[in-house]
């Protein structure tokens, strides 16, 4: 018998007017306060100045909260606060007891994940895939991960019998707000330092969400202060007398600044600064998955990343398709609401940052790169950037130099191995890199040679709290996480 012959459906023509339906996060969980204090000794205080400061959501314009801009004289009293703290109860409690707090601070960042993911994604504009999938979980895990190590100093440093410093001054930078809290706060505690942390005046929110956490988590008074306000309030922390040393995350600029005020005093320091990665794709890489990895690079986070992509080297021979491939890519890109699951891009976190990016882009169509920019549509309100690709760019070029800090990507080619190390290491940062290729050996050269902290091979941007981060020259010195982020808060030997 003859089966009647099946009719092959019309091949799915791709529809370009096809868009997601839109799957907005809910915000009616998060509990805002009008206005937030100073948290010293345990207790949201009145800040001296009688200032406070708007802090936005970036994605809209609107205003989230007010927050206390401090002062010196605000500095001063979270310092005797910490330094009461750590030679009254801190520094003499057991590590298997100040173990406890830290993972039960870890615990309770995980029971309050929805509410801590959304608020990051309202004040910083992240989507909020990567806040409810990245900043939130690897924060808890870095609380985590450091209150294992409490009371097991001695093995991780035998023989040396391990000392903390005191009173640390904690810095940090807007691109993750909370993730950067708790690389900071994790492995101090662990190690029996006190603590003054200020976030980026963008954004304080989650940071003064972790004040409340650590008030009820009962950690004893002073032991963790969190004072909001801008560049002046962290200049006034970095001179403070009483701070034994100074961790700082931020820009280059600030960083050189903040090293010479720390100069000739007893003040350790830890730098995380800017970066320009290299991305390296050879001809015999997986060229969809290092399509991805690149697009993972640049793109995530907004290009709000020092270890991101932002310089991209393809071997001679697969140029042109990894070009296509990249071209095609990015239209598929959703830009606009960070909260809607959907987002691939969020908003740019303010407009300073904003106008800087622009700046860039107007800089490298100048110098003669050629410009292929997303055609998606971006919100009117709200600070946006649609993902951008420069190709037809050299060495010598800013965009290539330069830290942007935004969605932007500078593209160059290369012939051989020696050819691209030499690119990549021309630079005046080294934090991280990438090199995608099938074979083995060529990781292992590449990773030997090429001067980054953190070389991924075939893949980017993964972290982990047991693996120490940090760069080489004007990327800074010093590592976070792993064995290595506790020695920056113990005495050296
Ligand atoms: P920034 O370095 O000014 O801000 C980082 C932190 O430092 C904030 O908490 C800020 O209040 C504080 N700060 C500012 N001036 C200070 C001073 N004199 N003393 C002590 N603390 C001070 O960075 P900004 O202006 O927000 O961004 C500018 C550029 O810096 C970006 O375009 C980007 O290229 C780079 N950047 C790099 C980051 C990284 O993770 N390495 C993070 C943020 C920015
Ligand atoms: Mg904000």
């Known amino acids: 018998m003859q089966l009647p012959k099946k009719k092959t459906p019309k091949a799915l023509k791709f529809n370009a007017t096809f868009t997601y339906a839109p799957a907005p996060e809910s915000k009616s969980h998060v509990k805002l306060q009008e206005q937030y204090g100073l948290f010293i000794n345990g207790k949201f205080e009145k800040p001296n100045s009688g200032k406070y400061f708007e802090t936005i959501n970036p994605a809209t314009e609107e205003k989230l909260a007010m927050v206390a801009d401090a002062n010196a004289k605000d500095v001063d009293k979270a310092v005797k606060a910490a330094r009461t703290a750590y030679d009254k109860v801190w520094s003499k409690m057991p590590g298997k007891e ?3 707090y830290i993972f039960r601070i870890s615990r309770m960042l995980q029971e309050k994940a929805r509410e801590l993911s959304v608020l990051e994604t309202m004040d910083g504009g992240k989507p909020i895939r ?9 924060a808890a895990n870095h609380f985590f991960y450091y209150a294992g190590w409490a009371d097991k ?3 991780a440093f035998p023989n040396q019998q391990p000392k903390s410093l005191g009173v640390a001054g904690q810095i940090i930078p807007w691109n993750f707000p909370l993730l950067m809290a708790a ?5 101090a505690l662990a190690t029996g330092n006190t603590i003054v942390l200020k976030p980026a005046e963008t954004t304080p929110l989650t940071a003064l969400k972790l004040a409340e956490i650590i008030q009820e988590s009962g950690l004893p008074e002073g032991v963790v202060n969190i004072i909001t306000g801008a560049g002046a309030t962290g200049a006034a922390l970095v001179q403070h007398p009483g701070i034994d040393k100074i961790a700082f995350t931020g820009s280059t600029d600030v960083g050189k600044l903040i090293q010479r005020a720390t100069a000739g005093t ?3 320091l830890t730098l995380e600064l800017g970066g320009k990665a290299a991305n390296i794709i050879f001809e015999d890489a997986p060229l969809d998955q290092a399509v991805e990895g690149i697009i993972n690079g640049i793109f995530f986070n907004q290009g709000h990343v020092c270890c991101a992509g932002s310089r991209l080297f393809v071997q001679e021979s697969v140029y042109q398709k990894v070009i296509r491939k990249l071209k095609d890519r990015i239209e598929t890109l959703i830009v606009g609401d960070p909260l809607d699951k959907n987002t691939d891009i969020g908003a740019i976190n303010s407009k300073q940052q904003l106008d800087t990016i622009k700046k860039y882009i107007s800089i490298g169509i100048k110098e003669g790169g050629e410009i292929h920019e997303s055609s998606c549509a971006i919100p009117k309100k ?4 649609r993902p951008t690709l420069f190709t037809n760019v050299s060495q010598s070029h800013r965009i290539a130099r330069e830290e942007i800090f935004g969605p932007v990507l500078a593209i160059q080619t290369f012939r051989t191995d020696d050819e691209v190390i030499e690119k990549a290491n ?3 940062y080294g934090l991280s890199a990438g090199v995608w290729t099938d074979k083995g050996s060529k990781i292992f050269n590449m990773t030997s040679k090429l001067r980054a902290g953190v070389i991924w091979a075939n893949t980017f941007n993964k972290f982990d709290p047991t693996s120490p981060f940090g760069g080489y020259k004007e990327s800074g010195f010093g590592r976070e996480g ?3 982020g506790l020695s920056a808060y113990l005495k050296s030997f």
């Open 130 to 138: 990567e806040s409810r999938d990245i900043d939130i979980p690897l």
């Open 98 to 100: 100040r173990a406890k």
């Open 153 to 155: 100093l001695d093995y």
């Open 183 to 187: 690389w900071k706060i994790a492995p």
């Open 382 to 385: 709200g600070f946006y950037c």
């Open 426 to 428: 021309n630079t005046a």
């Open 266 to 268: 007893n003040k350790r």
């Open 482 to 484: 792993g064995v290595q």
